[in-house]
């Protein structure tokens, strides 16, 4: 508001001084034209040197002025003059608006001084005059018409003016800035009202919300700074839930390895090999959990997942031999996807495993576990099915959360993990801007699928490629 008021008083100044130049300029130029037109008459009157009324020659100079001057009707600003050779003053009818005829020094300087025009200083103001010498028959000096405008007394009269200006224009100015201050106090009042819940927002509390009213600029940005703040207190609240989580996580582990070190007897052996076994089974399952928490954190980064051409052929294969190593199941691969996808593979890889873990301790030896891969036009598909007992409806959304594990009731022999494999498969997942689907009936199995988007176009330009090549 200050810089406006500025710009504003700065803009006032501009117009109240080149106002007042331009005003001064007109007058003085009026001025020179009202003096060149009088000179001019006199002059034209002069040459014709007849009286009209009585149609006589002027016998001289002094008779010339007398007969010019009295016919003169003037403004208040002008003043007409004549000396005659003997240097007796012919005056103007009515008051001067300077006292030039009455002051020797004055108009004797104007008769002296060589120049025809000029403007001479006055403690009265400045007189901008012309001279119009006179000549007889024979050439000798026979008098002077003065002709002069005090333009001091116009000039005066727009400084009057101007200062009328000046005060008008200084209370529009304070008015302005007062309606300015009362206005962008209204205006900014929401961004104040965001400041000051920015101000009220820690990491303790992120309740603070902004009331948003209206369909303008500042209600946009309130809504905006409603959704950041929601956003942030769901990512402290999963960032805290993580933290309880994983230190629970943790201090199991290592609360089972101390209360087995602290009861262990010397003197059995086959207690101790027990309580060493038990000590690295509970190591093993620690390393794990720390190995997934640094995997998800690192999903995080733009890194995580490197894309490249990858032939899905020999992936498909290559996974499937893999997954025949992770249990006495039988493996059927349903599907092979023909062609390249835009993918990394070392990820995809690490996701299905994962799939097929789980799917290895939710089933029994012998059990049907399909895997299989597909590609369409937009994207590629690798999914892992099962005939365990499937996932229940309340854990459709929660298996796929951090160290949530689901219903435990149907895992084979109880077996659980730290409850991070889907989080994992989520994130890969992400990494290549797909998604994970689930697919069960509870009691009959489970299909978990890994869609992971291919660019547009990106299929025909590889049948394109290959058309070339061949």
């Given at each position: 508001?200050?810089?406006?008021?500025?710009?504003?008083?700065?803009?006032?100044?501009?117009?109240?001084?080149?106002?007042?130049?331009?005003?001064?300029?007109?007058?003085?130029?009026?001025?020179?034209?009202?003096?060149?037109?009088?000179?001019?008459?006199?002059?034209?009157?002069?040459?014709?040197?007849?009286?009209?009324e009585t149609g006589a020659r002027y016998a001289n100079g002094t008779e010339l002025l007398e007969r010019h001057i009295s016919r003169q009707y003037l403004d208040d600003d002008e003043i007409v003059l004549g000396v005659t050779a003997d240097g007796m003053i012919v005056p103007q009818r009515g008051r001067e608006a300077i006292a030039l005829a009455e002051r020797d020094n004055r108009w004797q300087q104007i008769v002296d001084n060589p120049a025809t025009t000029d403007i001479l200083p006055t403690r009265d103001g400045q007189l901008r005059w012309i001279k119009v010498p006179i000549v007889d028959d024979e050439g000798n000096p026979d008098g002077t018409f003065i002709v002069a405008y005090a333009i001091d007394r116009e000039t005066r009269e727009i400084d009057n003016t101007i200062r009328t200006l000046v005060i008008v224009s200084g209370i529009g100015l304070i008015v302005a800035a007062v309606a300015s201050w009362v206005v962008s106090g209204q205006i900014l009042e929401p961004v104040n009202l965001v400041r000051r819940a920015a101000a009220q927002i820690s990491h303790d509390d992120l309740t603070e919300r902004i009331a948003v009213e209206g369909h303008d600029d500042i209600a946009a940005l309130s809504d905006q700074f409603n959704g950041m703040l929601d956003r942030l207190e769901h990512a402290f609240g999963a960032q805290r839930q993580f933290l309880d989580d994983a230190s629970h996580e943790l201090r199991t582990p290592i609360t089972i390895i101390r209360?087995?070190?602290?009861?262990?007897?010397?003197?059995?052996?086959?207690?101790r090999a027990e309580v060493v076994r038990l000590c690295t089974d509970e190591l093993d399952r620690m390393s794990r959990i720390v190995e997934d928490l640094l995997l998800l954190a690192k999903s995080e980064r733009p890194d995580f997942v490197s894309a490249e051409e990858v032939g899905l052929v020999d992936l498909t294969s290559d996974i499937h031999a893999k997954l025949s190593l992770l249990g006495d199941r039988r493996w059927e691969l349903e599907s092979i996807a023909e062609g390249d996808g835009l993918l990394d593979a070392q990820r995809v890889t690490q996701a299905v495993i994962q799939l097929?873990?789980?799917?290895?301790?939710?089933?029994?030896?012998?059990?049907?576990?399909?895997?299989?891969?597909?590609?369409?036009?937009?994207?590629?598909?690798?999914?892992?099915?099962?005939?365990?007992?499937?996932?229940?409806?309340?854990?459709?959304?929660?298996?796929?959360?951090?160290?949530?594990?689901?219903?435990?009731?149907?895992?084979?022999?109880?077996?659980?993990?730290?409850?991070?494999?889907?989080?994992?498969?989520?994130?890969?997942?992400?990494?290549?801007?797909?998604?994970?689907?689930?697919?069960?009936?509870?009691?009959?199995?489970?299909?978990?699928?890994?869609?992971?988007?291919?660019?547009?176009?990106?299929?025909?330009?590889?049948?394109h490629r290959e058309d070339s090549t061949a």
């Open positions: 508001m200050a810089w406006l008021v500025l710009l504003l008083l700065v803009a006032l100044v501009t117009v109240v001084v080149v106002t007042r130049n331009l005003l001064v300029a007109e007058a003085q130029s009026d001025a020179t034209d009202a003096l060149n037109q009088e000179a001019e008459e006199f002059k034209q009157f002069a040459a014709a040197g007849v009286d009209q209360g087995n070190l602290e009861f262990v007897e010397d003197d059995d052996p086959r207690e097929a873990h789980n799917a290895v301790v939710h089933t029994l030896p012998g059990d049907v576990i399909r895997f299989g891969s597909a590609v369409t036009a937009t994207e590629v598909t690798f999914w892992v099915a099962d005939t365990g007992p499937g996932v229940r409806p309340e854990d459709a959304e929660a298996i796929f959360q951090r160290f949530s594990r689901g219903s435990t009731g149907g895992a084979r022999a109880n077996h659980t993990g730290a409850g991070l494999g889907l989080t994992i498969v989520t994130a890969i997942a992400e990494g290549h801007d797909g998604h994970v689907e689930l697919r069960t009936a509870y009691g009959h199995g489970a299909r978990f699928s890994l869609h992971l988007p291919q660019p547009a176009g990106y299929h025909e330009r590889i049948d």
